[in-house]
């Protein structure tokens, strides 16, 4: 292992690590022996992770209960943790919901639900676990963005509205925290299949569409995001601060355009 990009024995505390895209982080920095806390909203579902993920762990992950929207429970996740492992050396902030309908049929519900959980609540728990981080005078902070950070998508505003700020909360952070140690930076995934977006990707039109707007010509995985999320908590980005990386398969690149080729012609 080079210890360039080492966690080992990093502690890692990962919001909303009960599946998909926060399962399989939690899983990439327990399998490289992190000390890792999976929050999920129920504690049973961030146990039943936790235990799934101590196969092969050097260090037994840990699984708590902490709804991100609450907060009274993200400070109570953080005073517990803190207690608990004396320290965070990375926070990573999964925790998300999404409601699908166009801006018109949004309700009040459908947008503190989204915006409570997305960004309030990434909001609050970085600052709860960034103060101990300012006050040691390091620590490693990364949120996860999105595709809608950069363009929105029809039909997801709130969602879009949260992302898009996410990258905003991250540069902000850097340039207070910065001076103290302590970096800040998003990922932002592109098209992902997960559980919850397997129905989404189902449908042949928009399978067709994500595929041809993926330069790489395929959906991506949870396990894609790993190898990003190792390099940024570890010594090899100890530069790198205030940015939203797009893991994307090239989607952000352009767009592709339905037109025949023409073979150079």
Partial sequence: MDPLFSVQDQIVLVSGGTRGIGYAIAAGFVQRGARVIVTGRTAAAAEESAAKLTTGAQHAPRGL????????????????????????????????VNRRKPALEVTEDDYDYILNTNLKGAFLLSREIGQAMVLRGSGCQINIASLNTDRPLKNVLPYAMSKAAMAHMTR????????????????????????LTRKLWSDETMLAWGLANTPLHRLGVPEDLVGTALFLASPAANFLTGQTLYIDGGCSAGLAWPIPETGGK
């Fill in 65 to 96: 209960a902490c709804d991100v929207a609450q907060a009274a429970q993200v400070e109570e996740l953080a005073h517990r943790v803190l207690a608990d492992f004396g320290q965070v050396d990375t926070l990573i902030n999964v925790a998300g």
């Fill in 172 to 195: 902000g952070l850097a340039l207070e925290w910065g001076p103290r140690g302590v970096r800040v930076n998003a990922i932002a995934p592109g098209f992902i299949l997960t559980d």
